[in-house]
């Protein structure tokens, strides 16, 4: 098995170069491009479109794994729209937390590019130093920042009592866990800064110098030259935090996964992935699992049109112009 | 390079104010000097914003137990407690997880440099008929939300009798990740087809172009991918919580996650907690340090093609 996966290509190409005298150099080198796609061809099939409709057919079972699924007709959709409350509150808590967090996120990065963007001596050690908490793994960050923000101890409340401020009880008050959670993203905002860093280095300083000689400010060069420009790149970044944040995992199941009470205080962090792992992984409800995972994913899909569909009145591409 | 455009420009746009030329030149280079300034004050007070979770972390897990539940919170321990950091592996496993977590690590990234290279190769360096249509299916699949796969590919490993074993975290790493043939592709584009012809001419196969001639060339895209693969491997958590069931299997993103709901019933052992997490960020950030010039430069030139 792991020999014939490691190099599937390998042996058919030698093969075929022995003996293929006889086809033409066009058509040899087609069948070797599809050889060597040959390996991401197979995985689309079996990791992506298989598990896609297989996904759907399963949306309308019942299935908990032991037993032979049921065929639930369109049950499972009926139930999560007209009964399901916590579905309505998963929905709630994520879509409120990706309308917190995407827009300030994409200017918190976009402002901290501009910074960095200053041709000035030590920018690659603050862009280092910026970056960093981008990468660092997910687990240990939350639990960073729930001992962060933990009401009693935690740093956070302390640095607010300097100003006076009596801190609130955050992850364990309904009110202050998605503030929280948006304050805990922010720290990643470097990771996106660094992909708008690269879209303003890629903009040609004579379009500013020449900006400049007109006697443009530079507020008008940053919305005339520098916005329009990292307009592509906002777009990118904006297509990818909808797609990341409406599929939040990691931080919730950390933070709010407990088996008692999964989705935080009064399940005010009851996210949708995590109300789906829920659903799907340790109650063992396959179908509706999937039937839940299907409406994300429409969800997701039809924000990403909309997002595309209103790209061409404020996305410019220098290309086509 | 600024210099010159400015010479180039100024005699040509206004010729007579000339003489005026070098006092606004001062009043700039004061502004400047100015604005530069304040971009160090905010960077600074920013910079340090950003370190102080760390600090708090690393400040933490040096304390005693009943330290950490003092108001107001204190910086520096009395005593720096460092078998807070030995605790970890006594109380968890925490060595086996690592090892465990290594092994997945390994095999993923063999399994990406490998499947990502020659599918690279055959979109950037081979012409066949719906190259471009493929090409375009793959960009889109980087957009499917992976929420509607995890079930059904669940499934399919426990039907192949692969619960809890690491086969399911390994084994799709051998089918290629888009994104990193996205990458491997546009930088093998960069390289001058002429090289492939003239190894042709030598009598050498595609496979023998790939990694003779091709790949000895591709040390940037390489590196992103056995970065990116490892540190995705090492913080994965879905992908562990799913499939291991036995906890003797556990890698160290799970292994902290549980080792947190476990001590959360009691009071929570923030130090142990806090020294098990640093543990656990520090690969990420040897491997940034080493390789920042390449990851930055990586992920920003998909945000510029995207």
Redesign the interface.
């Known amino acids: 098995m792991a020999g014939n996966?490691?190099?599937?290509?390998?042996s058919p190409?030698?093969r075929m170069?022995g003996r293929a005298r006889g086809r033409s150099l066009?058509t040899q080198?087609?069948?070797?491009?599809?050889?060597?796609?040959l390996?991401?061809?197979?995985?689309?099939l079996?990791?992506?479109v298989?598990?896609?409709i297989?996904?759907l057919v399963?949306s309308f079972t019942h299935w908990d794994?032991v037993n032979p699924p049921e065929w639930a007709g369109l049950y499972n959709y009926e139930r999560i729209f007209t009964k399901d409350q916590d579905f309505i509150q998963a929905i709630k808590v994520t879509f409120t937390y990706a309308a917190l967090t995407i827009p300030l996120g994409l200017a918190a990065g976009l402002g901290?590019s501009l910074?960095?963007n200053?041709k000035?001596r030590?920018m690659n050690f603050?862009?280092?130093?910026?970056?960093?908490?981008s990468?660092?793994?997910?687990?240990?960050?939350t639990?960073?920042?729930?001992?962060?923000f933990n009401s009693?101890?935690?740093?956070i409340n302390?640095v607010l009592?300097l100003f006076g401020l009596e801190g609130p009880h955050w992850f364990q008050s309904p009110r202050w866990v998605l503030p929280g959670l948006t304050i805990m993203s922010l720290?990643g905002v470097?990771?996106g800064a660094?992909?708008?860093?690269?879209?303003l280095q890629?903009i040609n300083?004579?379009l500013y110098?020449?900006a400049e000689?007109d006697g443009a400010s530079p507020w008008a060069r940053f919305w005339r030259i520098t916005l329009p420009l990292l307009s592509?790149?906002i777009?990118?970044?904006l297509?990818?935090s909808l797609?990341g944040t409406?599929?939040s995992?990691?931080t919730t199941?950390?933070a709010f996964?407990?088996?008692a009470t999964p989705g935080g205080p009064m399940r005010s962090a009851l996210f949708y992935?995590l109300y789906?792992y829920v659903k799907?992984?340790r109650e063992f409800r396959?179908g509706y699992?999937?039937a839940l995972?299907?409406i994300?994913?429409v969800m997701?899909?039809v924000l990403?049109l909309i997002v595309f569909g209103t790209s061409k009145r404020w996305v410019f591409y220098e290309a086509q112009k | 390079?600024?210099a010159t455009?400015?010479a180039a420009?100024?005699p040509s746009?206004q010729p007579d104010t000339e003489i005026s030329q070098p006092s606004l030149l001062a009043r700039q280079s004061v502004r400047r000097l100015l604005?530069?300034s304040a971009?160090?004050v905010?960077?600074t007070v920013?910079?340090i914003v950003?370190?102080?979770?760390l600090a708090?972390?690393l400040s933490?897990s040096l304390k005693a137990t009943g330290e950490?539940?003092?108001?107001?919170?204190k910086w520096i321990p009395d005593e720096l407690l460092w078998n807070n950091f030995t605790r970890v592996f006594t109380t968890i496993p925490f060595a086996r997880y690592i090892w465990n977590t290594l092994t997945i690590v390994a095999w993923s990234i063999?399994?990406n440099v490998?499947?990502c290279s020659?599918?690279a190769?055959?979109?950037a360096r081979?012409?066949?008929?719906g190259?471009n249509f493929?090409f375009g299916?793959?960009i889109a699949?980087l957009?499917?939300?992976?929420?509607?796969?995890?079930?059904?590919?669940?499934?399919?490993f426990?039907e192949l009798g692969w619960y809890d074993t690491y086969l399911p975290l390994i084994?799709?790493t051998?089918?290629?990740a888009?994104f990193f043939?996205f990458l491997m592709r546009q930088y093998m584009l960069t390289i001058p087809l002429e090289l492939d012809d003239a190894a042709r001419i030598d009598g050498a196969?595609?496979?023998q172009i790939?990694t003779q001639v091709i790949l000895p060339l591709c040390k940037p895209p390489l590196t992103i991918i056995v970065v990116f693969t490892f540190?995705g491997s090492?913080?994965d958590?879905?992908g562990p919580?799913?499939y291991l069931s036995d906890p003797d299997k556990y890698t160290?993103?799970?292994g902290?996650?549980m080792f947190?709901?476990a001590t959360?019933a009691a009071r929570?052992d923030?130090p142990a907690?806090?020294a098990?997490?640093?543990m656990?960020?520090l690969p990420?950030?040897v491997i940034?340090y080493f390789a920042?010039k390449y990851?930055?430069?990586g992920?920003?030139?998909?945000?510029?093609k995207?």
């Open positions: 996966v490691l190099m599937p290509d390998a190409i030698r170069f066009a080198e087609a069948i070797a491009g599809y050889l060597f796609v390996p991401w061809l197979a995985g689309l079996i990791f992506i298989g598990p896609i297989a996904s399963l794994i901290l910074l960095l200053q000035l030590g603050y862009r280092t130093l910026f970056y960093l908490p990468i660092l793994p997910a687990v240990a960050v639990l960073l920042w729930v001992w962060m009693d101890f935690g740093i302390w009592s720290w470097g990771g660094v992909i708008y860093l690269a879209g890629n300083p004579q110098e020449a000689i592509p790149t777009f990118f970044q297509v990818m797609i409406l599929q995992f990691v199941f950390v996964g407990g088996l992935m789906l799907s992984f396959m699992g999937s995972a299907w994300l994913a997701i899909l990403t | 390079m600024e455009n400015v420009h100024a746009a604005s530069g971009v160090y905010i960077l920013l910079g950003c370190l102080i979770p708090w972390m933490t950490v539940f003092i108001w107001p919170p063999i399994g490998l499947s020659i599918v190769f055959g979109f081979l012409r066949f008929p190259r493929w299916v793959l699949t957009m499917i939300p992976g929420t509607v796969l995890t079930i059904p590919t669940f499934i399919l426990k084994v799709p051998f089918f290629g888009p043939i196969n595609w496979w790939l540190m090492w913080n958590l879905m919580l799913i160290v993103a799970i902290l996650a947190k709901s959360m929570t923030w907690l806090m098990g997490s640093l656990s960020i990420a950030m940034y920042q990851l930055i430069g992920i920003a030139s998909v945000g510029l995207g």
